[in-house]
């Protein structure tokens, strides 16, 4: 199956400091991208969508000055975390749709220690 | 908006025994797709199985297999002759099949709450 990456798989950072997270798409093109943020033991809660060439779509509740999303290219979308503290600290997920065949790809995640 | 219910935060089963997990969802519209994900300790997410609204035939796939019951928007996953690589975290999913507002909806998943499975030898 499709492959999606997402880099790096772990970070640790100081509070105040900004980390920014890759998600690829290794082999098709995605023009929507997905990103999730999972506590453990809990579900995914989608942050925002992401599409390419143009603006995210970021669901209630979630600061898009905080968490600043690009798409850029048919294969990459990156998530800034922007002035990071211990409360962001979490698992972070993107998915890649693929629009030929409507089947949606998840990255192995990111784990955000923020000290 | 759309919701996916999985009432069951942990189950567990005996080595080759059956289980079944169960999930409802809430929704208006009639096209739509309902997927089972499992999330190893690894934490990747793998789709195990998936089921299109309009098909009435329930999916499946190997030792997977679903019960989908649309009236009642129910959409259950049984596993049979459970193995202990079956042990994850399971999630019901849903994902409309229409193009929201602009379009930027499309492919956006709504997960339930997810379920534990325990797997003993």
């Not at chain 2, 089972?36 to 998936?50: A, F, G, H, N």
């Not at chain 2, 909806?105 to 339930?112: I, W």
């Amino acid at each position: 199956g499709a492959v999606v990456s997402q880099h790096p798989s772990r970070v640790i950072c100081k509070s105040g400091t900004s980390v920014k997270i890759e998600c690829r798409s290794l082999d098709f093109q995605a023009t929507t991208m997905f990103w999730y943020r999972q506590f453990p033991k809990q579900s995914l809660m989608l942050m925002a969508t992401s599409n390419e060439g143009s603006k995210a779509t970021y669901e209630q509740g979630v600061e898009k000055d905080k968490f600043l999303i690009n798409h850029a290219s048919l294969t990459l979308s990156t998530l800034t975390v922007t002035s990071a503290h211990p409360e962001d600290s979490s698992f972070y997920i993107c998915s890649a749709l693929d629009h030929l065949t409507s089947e949606q790809f998840f990255g192995p995640g990111t784990r955000l220690t923020v000290l | 908006a759309q919701t996916v219910t999985q009432s069951q935060p942990e189950m567990s089963v005996q080595e080759a025994e059956t289980v079944t997990l169960s999930c409802t969802y809430d929704t208006s519209e009639s096209d739509y797709y309902l997927f089972w994900y499992k999330q190893p300790p690894s934490r990747q997410m793998i789709l195990v199985i998936r089921q299109e609204a309009y098909k009435q035939q329930n999916a499946t796939e190997n030792r997977f297999s679903v019960n989908f019951q649309k009236a009642a928007k129910s959409f259950s996953l049984k596993i049979s002759d459970s193995q202990l690589g079956d042990a994850a975290m399971y999630f019901c999913a849903y994902r409309s099949n229409g193009r929201g507002a602009g379009g930027t909806s499309y492919g956006k998943l709504t997960f339930g709450q997810g379920t534990i499975l325990t797997v003993h030898p």
